[in-house]
T-cell receptor, first 113, second 115 residues
C-alpha cells in the first residue's frame, strides 16, 4: 500500500535557524508529492508540490526536492520566523488510486523569538 | 472569492444524536473529500466523491454517511453509530481534470465535540 512517514515533533527552533523536516514514502505507483501547512485552528494550506523525480517545489522560502532514488521529499527552510510555527504534513497522491491523498502524521514546528 | 466553506466552526453533540456538517465549494471542482483529524495525528479519509450522485468509502467510513446531490455541496452526517466522533473534520475539493496532479484545497474545518 501507500504510506508516508515523517519525523515526529515537536521541533523547537530559534528564529533564523535552519529547518529540516524529513519525509519518506512508500508508493505502489508514481506519486505526486505535497507539503501542506496547518496553522492553529485552521484547515490545511498547500505549501508546495512536486510531480516528478528531481522536481523542486518552493514557496515562501520553503523548498523540497522529489528524490525517487531515496523515496524522500524533505522540507527545508534556511531561516525560520515565528510565523512559521505550525504543523506540517507531507502527503502523496497517485492518480490511479482515485486521487486520494495519503498523509504523514504531521510535524509540529515551534519557532521561538 | 472562490473557496471552500464549512459550517459550523464548532459543534457540540449529545451522545446518541446524529449531526450533519456542511461543506460547500464554489471552485467548480468535481471531486470532494471528508477527512478526520485527531489530536497529534494525520488526516484520515472518511468518504470521497468524484462526481455528483456518486461517492466511495474511505479508510474510516463506519458511522458516517454522505450525499452528493449537487456539485458544490458534500454534507457529512456523523451518526450515533460512530463510537468516538470527537475530532476535527476537514472538507477538501479538487479538480480532477487539471493537469497531471490534483492538489486538494481545504476548508477551515469543523470541530465536533460529543458531550
Amino acid at each position: 500500500g501507500n504510506s508516508v512517514t515523517q519525523m515526529e515533533g515537536p521541533v523547537t527552533l530559534s528564529e533564523e535557524a535552519f529547518l529540516t523536516i524529513n519525509c519518506t514514502y512508500t508508493a505502489t505507483g508514481y506519486p505526486s508529492l505535497f507539503w501542506y501547512v496547518q496553522y492553529p485552528g485552521e484547515g490545511l494550506q498547500l505549501l508546495l508540490k512536486a510531480t516528478k523525480a528531481d522536481d523542486k517545489g518552493s514557496n515562501k522560502g520553503f523548498e523540497a526536492t522529489y528524490r525517487k532514488e531515496t523515496t524522500s521529499f524533505h522540507l527545508e527552510k534556511g531561516s525560520v520566523q515565528v510565523s512559521d510555527s505550525a504543523v506540517y504534513f507531507c502527503a502523496l497522491l497517485i492518480k490511479a488510486a482515485g486521487n486520494k491523498l495519503t498523509f504523514g502524521g504531521g510535524t509540529r514546528v515551534l519557532v521561538k523569538p | 472569492d472562490g473557496g471552500i466553506t464549512q459550517s459550523p466552526k464548532y459543534l457540540f453533540r449529545k451522545e446518541g444524536q446524529n449531526v450533519t456538517l456542511s461543506c460547500e465549494q464554489n471552485l467548480n471542482h468535481d471531486a470532494m473529500y471528508w477527512y478526520r483529524q485527531d489530536p497529534g495525528q494525520g488526516l484520515r479519509l472518511i468518504y470521497y466523491s468524484q462526481i455528483v450522485n456518486d461517492f466511495q468509502k474511505g479508510d474510516i467510513a463506519e458511522g458516517y454517511s454522505v450525499s452528493r446531490e449537487k456539485k458544490e455541496s458534500f454534507p457529512l452526517t456523523v451518526t450515533s453509530a460512530q463510537k468516538n466522533p470527537t475530532a476535527f473534520y476537514l472538507c477538501a475539493s479538487s479538480d480532477r481534470l487539471s493537469g497531471n496532479y490534483n492538489e486538494q484545497f481545504f476548508g477551515p474545518g469543523t470541530r465536533l465535540t460529543v458531550l
